[in-house]
T-cell receptor
Framework: AQSVTQLGSHVSVSEGALVLLRCNYSSSVPPYLFWYVQYPNQGLQLLLKYTSAATLVKGINDFEAEFKKSETSFHLTKPSAHMSDAAEYFCAVSLNNAGNMLTFGGGTRLMVKP | DTGVSQNPRHKITKRGQNVTFRCDPISEHNRLYWYRQTLGQGPEFLTYFQNEAQLEKSRLLSDRFSAERPKGSFSTLEIQRTEQGDSAMYLC?????????????FGPGTRLTVL
């Protein structure tokens, strides 16, 4: 079985500051890892994914994440926050099995202050 | 628009009523997933189909829930005798099996409110 823990249900940063959203996972086999963003009353949009290639993954809107197997982490970062980044962010894990269903963390709400 | 669509977007019902939601996946995608998201939580897996076959169901899917994908295209999720605890956002996603990581594309969701 796999699980995902997102530390910090709410994160607040100033516009232009570094964004760091934390994600730790547990998995019995090498996982696929994803970050999704959700704006109010909308579905989930994929930001980036780790699929066992490069450990540093770049996504849309200047987000990136680094897979660290020794730390079982997949933290999401962005060098400079924009007001439009305010949203809910979800880390998810999927096993390379027949179903590939996603297991999500509880989410982190990012607030960006002007 | 070639994304995943869900209807209705919002549904308000009284406790004990039956409701049905529809999901239309991306046309070439053969896998279809249903997730449930309650307020302040991440989505939780309910069930998935490959073509018309329902291959896995979560323990969250009680006997009051039934999902179908009769022709391997659109899917419906029915909840019978709704309870207030069923109030949630119901998300549908689709993907193409055989891709290396099974990227799932999500629809906008159906928000259910049970009064």
């Amino acid at each position: 079985a796999q699980s995902v823990t997102q530390l910090g249900s709410h994160v607040s940063v100033s516009e232009g500051a570094l964004v760091l959203l934390r994600c730790n996972y547990s998995s019995s086999v090498p996982p696929y890892l994803f970050w999704y963003v959700q704006y109010p009353n909308q579905g989930l949009q994929l930001l980036l994914k780790y699929t066992s290639a490069a450990t540093l993954v770049k996504g849309i809107n200047d987000f990136e994440a680094e897979f660290k197997k020794s730390e079982t982490s997949f933290h999401l970062t962005k060098p400079s926050a924009h007001m439009s980044d305010a949203a809910e962010y979800f880390c998810a894990v999927s096993l390379n099995n027949a179903g590939n269903m996603l297991t999500f963390g509880g989410g982190t709400r990012l607030m960006v202050k002007p | 628009d070639t994304g995943v669509s869900q209807n209705p977007r919002h549904k308000i019902t009284k406790r004990g009523q039956n409701v049905t939601f529809r999901c239309d996946p991306i046309s070439e995608h053969n896998r279809l997933y249903w997730y449930r998201q309650t307020l302040g939580q991440g989505p939780e897996f309910l069930t998935y189909f490959q073509n018309e076959a329902q291959l896995e169901k979560s323990r969250l899917l009680s006997d009051r829930f039934s999902a179908e994908r009769p022709k391997g295209s659109f899917s419906t999720l029915e909840i019978q005798r709704t309870e207030q605890g069923d109030s949630a956002m119901y998300l549908c996603a689709s993907s193409l099996s055989g891709s290396s990581y099974n990227e799932q594309f999500f629809g906008p969701g159906t928000r259910l409110t049970v009064l």
